[in-house]
């Protein structure tokens, strides 16, 4: 697998939605930024991150972040934590979660069953 050249950070990747100012954009990119290692993998000119917040501070606030990665599905992530930032922890952590399974996925070195069936040239074969 060749080296991504100019990979995505959340510094170059994140924008804010409803219910954040642009002046909350850079405590919320400090916050994330352990996502860093794994956006790596990706292009940044390829990969968009936004957050946004549903009645923010009020009992019932709603905070989800999108991710969106060039070929692949969009992945959303929610949490209706009453603490914001326990909430934009939240999210965080589940959207690293989800970026690290659909890797796995993706991967047949880091999944037996695709391994098993790779073909000569690292592809894998669609086994039924």
């Known amino acids: 697998m060749s080296a991504v050249t100019d990979p995505a950070t959340v510094g170059n990747s994140l924008r804010v939605g409803a219910g954040f100012s642009q002046g909350d954009l850079n405590w919320i990119a400090e916050q994330f930024a ?69 890797k796995t996925k993706q991967e047949p070195r880091n999944n037996r069953h695709l391994r098993e069936h790779a073909d000569l040239d690292g592809e894998p074969e669609l086994v039924e």
Do not use: P
């Open 34 to 102: 352990t996502l860093d290692a794994r956006l790596a993998g990706f292009h940044a000119d390829s990969t968009e991150l936004e957050v946004s917040v549903k009645d923010r501070d009020a009992r019932g606030q709603k905070v989800t972040l999108e991710c969106w990665i060039a070929g692949r599905q969009k992945i959303v992530t929610t949490s209706s934590e009453e603490d914001l930032h326990a909430a934009l922890n939240d999210v965080r952590d589940d959207l690293r979660r989800k970026l690290n399974d659909a």
